[in-house]
Each structure stands twice: as C-alpha cells, then as structure tokens.
Nanobody, 116 residues
Framework: QVQLVESGGGLVQAGGSLRLSCAASGSPFSMNTMAWYRQAPGKQRESVASITSGGTTDYADSVKGRFTISRVNAKNTVYLQMNSLKPEDTAVYYC??????????WGQGTQVFVSS
C-alpha cells in the first residue's frame, strides 16, 4: 500500500517562504506524475503544481513565478518551494502521486497559514 507523508507546513508572514516535502513509500516502483493541491476553507481543492517523472512541470497561474515544484525520483519524493507567500495562499496543501497504472494516492495534508 502506497503512503504519502507530507511535511513542511506552518505559519509564515506574507512575503516569506516555506518548503513542503512529500515522500511516497510502499511502492517498489517510481511514481509517474506527482503533484500538489490545496484547499482553502470553504473552497474546492485546486491544483497548484505538478511534475512528471521526466521533469515536465505545470503550475496554476496564481503561483507561477513564486512556487517551484521539484522531485527526486530515486526517493519518490516531491517538493514545493513557496516564495513570496500571500495570505491567499493559506490552505491545506495535499500531495498526490499517480502510479504508472493510473492509481492516485493522496497525502493527509499539511496546513500553510500566511499572515498579513
């Protein structure tokens, strides 16, 4: 059973930075696409950034130029470097990993709170 464990959330002032990490365990194979989503109170979960095993990235318009997604395939680990954080970035951030068979796994979420 694949498990995803996120870390790195917390409280930061506007303009600050945080780095989220997500490690996938329980799979002998590397993951296909890995991604970060977020869900703010009262809002639907939205995609933030994704990265394929080959390193192709995609970002939501709201985070382009501020967030950077990266991964270490050998460790099945994905990172999200978040700079110039804004109060509207406040949300629970979730990691998602998709296997090569198309099965999605989700982490438990990590809270990010950006104060103004």
């Amino acid at each position: 059973q694949v498990q995803l464990v996120e870390s790195g959330g917390g409280l930061v002032q506007a303009g600050g930075s945080l780095r989220l990490s997500c490690a996938a365990s329980g799979s002998p194979f590397s993951m296909n696409t890995m991604a970060w989503y977020r869900q703010a109170p009262g809002k639907q979960r939205e995609s933030v950034a994704s990265i394929t095993s080959g390193g192709t990235t995609d970002y939501a318009d709201s985070v382009k130029g501020r967030f950077t997604i990266s991964r270490v395939n050998a460790k099945n680990t994905v990172y999200l470097q978040m700079n110039s954080l804004k109060p509207e970035d406040t949300a629970v951030y979730y990691c998602k990993a998709r296997t090569w068979r198309g099965t999605d796994y989700w982490g438990q979420g990590t809270q990010v709170f950006v104060s103004s």
